[in-house]
């Protein structure tokens, strides 16, 4: 037995890099480096290979001859290891950082300046670099007269399965799947002698022979690593599906085959825009969403959508704030970089325990992000927010006297707890007992705590991740907005008044009175959901 494990950089972290290059008007390449295992030494000690007739018959050499391996080859196990190390020990020797949230992401930082110049994201002989001048001649030169690189693309190239393309005068990004999601082949035939199942004479609810769900795991598969990488529109769908593999049915086929139809009609582009005030006010937005039992098993969905945002400006008093939002709803210049749409493993017994479960996976994610950027450049230390729409859920972390049915979950609900800046919340609701909100006492100098903030349902971005929503959910994040509230009715006027009476302010509903409750509601901030 030997270790043969070799990380490759995350999605995530990808995400993270390639919304810094387009924040600093880096240039992004992607390398591939030739025969990149025949640059590594051999993994093992006393391996030994039989010489190819040819060389033995050049040489001279008997039939009995043996060769002991000097350089890991193709074809062993542990080689992609023994390539990941000595590639990270070369670029350890050339000043490079390694990140803490990623072992395969490497930063540079100019001695001069002393901030990052270049980043280097690894996915075994493949990488995502982008630097400036300087990081090209002190770390680029270098390692290319080291390593045999084969090619180099930059502007517009495919990589990890994603097509990736970078606008030379603005430096914005775009990714996308197009060309792999015409590959994906049809569940349903259409024509009488076409590829696809012919199930046009059985009924939704029959099940699929053993022969039929092979052939489904092919368009199954492909579509999972599309929602994976681009398609965030049809997470929930696939997911679904796929929860049900041991029994899928006509039904479940024909839901599949709708699915690929959607993505090849409009499929899913992610927008990675300029922030216009600069890096330094780049920010994580984590949204997480939970749905009680209503994937097979009676288990819960929970759904966790990633952004980083451009902090909204706060120089504006609440008054002229919420009367200019009232007539435009408010936006930030933001980009989607992760999510997941997953059964809970957990057995949940209520909505606040699936809720509560969905609350712990979101605080995780930022805690990640917000250390990705930091580890990207240490000037992006903002305290991460998490935004949750179960009212419930978020107040009784106030309170010691509530606690889930599930003893399981406790630590969830402690965890939290003493992530969250719970005594910013309390004094935002106007908590009647606010000394009595536990402030932990063992948060490192310099971890700022997470900030959380209830949400309407209507703006919570990660709802559309654990159930079926409209295929324009995500669109205006995937073009680069992030819309903090939505309020273009006075049905949704009057829904935010009876929000305020909640608050302790009570008034007739109606599109004047809410405009005047709350212009003059110190409380103001919160419900309108200010970052």
Known sequence: SFQRDSPVAGRQANMCVMRYVVQRGFDLESWDFAAAYLNAPCPRHG?????????????GWSGDIVLELHTAQYGLGDSGRSWLLELHGYLSSLGLRQAKSDPCLWTYQC????????????????TLIAGDNKFRSAVLEPLEAKYKVGTKKKSSFVYCGTHIAQDPSSKEITISQDDYIRQIPDVIRRKKDGPGLMVSTLKSTDRLTPAQVSFVRVPLGM??????????????????????????????????????????????????????????????????????????GARSQIGVCSTIIERPETSMNNSDMTSHWLEDPPTCRGSVVGWSSRRSHRVCRSTFGAELLGLSSGAAEAEFLCQTLIDIDDRLRHQPQVRCDAKSTTTSLLSFTTKPQEKNLIPDLEFLRRKF?????????KYPDPERVMIPPYRRPGKAALGMRWIPTECMLADGLTKRMTAKWFDQALHGEVQLMPLQTKRDLKRLNEQMRNFGVHGVPGETTARQHISSLDAAEEALLIF
């Not at 391996?47 to 040489?59: D, G, N, R, S, Y």
């Not at 001695?111 to 493949?126: K, L, Q, W």
């Open 421 to 429: 800046n719970l005594s910013q919340y309390a004094w935002e609701l």
């Open 223 to 296: 579509t999972m690593w599309a929602t994976t990488c681009t398609q965030i529109s049809h997470c929930f769908d696939v997911n679904s599906i796929a929860q049900q593999m041991h029994q899928l049915t006509v039904g479940d086929a024909r839901r599949l085959q709708e699915v690929v139809k959607r993505m090849r009609e409009a499929p899913d582009r992610i927008h990675l825009r300029k922030l216009p005030s600069g890096i330094k006010r780049a920010s994580v937005l984590v949204y997480d969403d939970a749905n009680f039992a209503v994937m097979p």
């Open 111 to 126: 001695p001069e300046t002393r901030t990052t110049s270049g980043v280097i994201a690894i996915n075994v002989d493949d």
């Open 47 to 59: 391996i030994c290979v039989k010489p190819p007739p040819e060389l033995a018959a050049e040489q």
